[in-house]
Every structure is written in C-alpha cells, then in structure tokens.
C-alpha cells in the first residue's frame, strides 16, 4: 500500500497534503510514502527531512503513477497529470465536486475512486478530518489580521493625554468557523465586534466570544440538518438588507464570510450599503473565489468605493501556508486511516460507512 502526493501549482497552491511529521505516521501505520523531489522546500520542509522518516523521493512523476494507491492532494491535478491515472488508483482532496463535475465523471467512468473532503458529514467521527473548520479557522484569523493591516487607524481604545482614540467597529457576516474565528481575533485585539448569521444558533456562540449579534426581526432559523446556511427568502432578504444598511454607517472594518455549500455566494453588501459606509472603512470578502459577498468584489484585487476598501483573495491560505499544511495533513492522515484496511494492507471502501459513502464522488 503506498500513498503518494504530486506537486500542486505554487502559483495557486502553497500548502501541501503530506508533512514529514505525518509521512512518519503513515509508515509507522504500515503504508508507504513517496513524493517528488523537493515537494516541501518552498515551505521549509526538505528532502532529509522526508527521507530521515523513510519517504521514498523521487525525480520523475511517472514513478509516482505507477507505484500509487492513493494521490493525496489539496486541488484536483491537471487535465495533463490525470491522464496518467491507472484503474483502481484513489485521490483525496478538495476535489470541488459542483465545479469539476464533468472530469470527476469521467474518471468515475475509468474506476478511479475519488473522495472529496468538503463533502464529509459533520458528525462526531469525522470531526478529526474535517478539512472545512480547520481551513476556515485559520482563514477567518488571517482576514481580521489583513484587515486591520489596510485599516489606517488602531484598533482598540486609546486614552492619552491628547485626547480618546475609539475602538474599531468590526462587523462579521457568518458566524460559522471562520466567522467565529474572526470574532475572537478581533475582540482580542480590542475591537467593538457585531455578528450576525441567518442560523439562530449563532447567538449564543457569537456572545460567548464577547461579540454582539444582531439578528432581523421575525428569523426563523435557516439552517440544514448537516449545520450549514439554507438560502434565505426574499422577506428575510429585504430585512437583513435594511438591518444591515443601519449597522454599516457606524462600522469600520467588514469581515464577510457568507456561503452556501455548491451555489455562488450570496450578495449581501449590495452597492448602496457600500456607498454609505464611512470612507476609510475596510471589507474582507473571505467569500471572493465563490462569486463575494459584496456587489463590488474581485478576485485577487483591492477595490476601492469612495474611500471604502473592498479586499478579497482566491486563496488566503496560501499566506499562511505551513500553519495550514499541518492542520491539512493530519486531516488527510486520519482520513486515510479510516479507509486503510491495516490487516489485508489495502483501502478499504466500505460504503456502510457514513464518511466513506458521503466523500465518495459516485
């Protein structure tokens, strides 16, 4: 049994999916590991590093296909790379199922398992995969702290002999795991936090974390049995709009975390908002790469509405990559291990098994 892991494209995709901490873990479970030459300098993990734990390194990816049992990977690879697969070979990863579906299908068709990591249930047993919170913690973190770098003005209350310097605003749009995270990052730094999410039980997370949750009058709450966002009516919509359009006159900093899993993300910060917000103000649209948040967003760029920033990236992880190589491996190493038949020494797809049957693109 032998798990491998081919280069991402850096230009895209910093983090990589087999650490040397976890490649230990793999051989010390029994599978094998090989990886191309230099897969972790750019993050600095070496090749002795890999190689003191036992990996098998490698010059030329055609060793990798043939050796392979299973490709674990953060994006799906390229047209190119995956011509290369053989019958019976596995990948993991974000395989993004909604915007891949046509190459999935085709690959389902030459028998090549493939299982999507976004796609595992939230329950108890998969909570050590999942690749979603992890990710999203460290997103949710690193977008406050973007934020406030392009925020010309300090963050927490300042007394001097001069005069008051007031605290920041900071509205979060989404409270869940990176939402969340944004909450706790800003009110540590000293800042006034406002939440709010289409999903009532937020509330009491939201307060927990010192933050205020403002809610449309006459909510019910829009939430699927799986713990994610439902999309909302119109009515609400109207609400939320109108909610929000107050809130934002007083706000400095937006952090906009609102998706709906496998549908372009909801516009809520439409033109209007934007253009009564105080010039100086700052938005993080951390749902940039699914179509954002605000009427404005574009990927990759800093746009600029009468003085507003409006700022959002395809990959904010790739800032914090070693952080999030970590985090990801382990998520990987666990996910394996629940698909690693340990005593006949193969993978094991037992579709009896809620996390193998949901992941697995049919």
Known sequence: MRI?????????????????????????LGINVSLPEQYGNHLGFNDKEYKDVGVDLVKDDKDLFDKADIFAQLDLPSNEKLLNLKENQSIVGVLNPYLNKEVLDNLVKKNINNFSLELLPRITRAQSMDILSSQANLAGYKAVIDSFANFEKAIPMMMTAAGTVPAAKVLVIGAGVAGLQAIATAKRTGAIVYATDVRMASKEQVESLGGKFLMVEGSENLETKGGYAKETSDDFKKKQE????ETLK??????CTALIPGKKAPIILKSNMIDNMQSGSVIYDLAAVQGGNTAYTEVDKIIEKNGVKILGESNILNKLPISASNLYAKNMFNFVSNLY?????????????????KTLIK
């Open 341 to 357: 038949d340990k005593e006949n020494k193969k993978i094991n797809i037992n579709l009896e098994d809620e996390i193998i049957e």
């Open 242 to 245: 109108e909610l929000l359009s």
């Open 250 to 255: 007083k706000i400095d900093i937006v952090i």
């Open 4 to 28: 491998v892991s081919l280069l991402e494209n850096k230009d895209k995709e910093k983090r990589v999916a087999i650490t040397p901490e976890i490649a230990k873990k793999y051989i010390l």
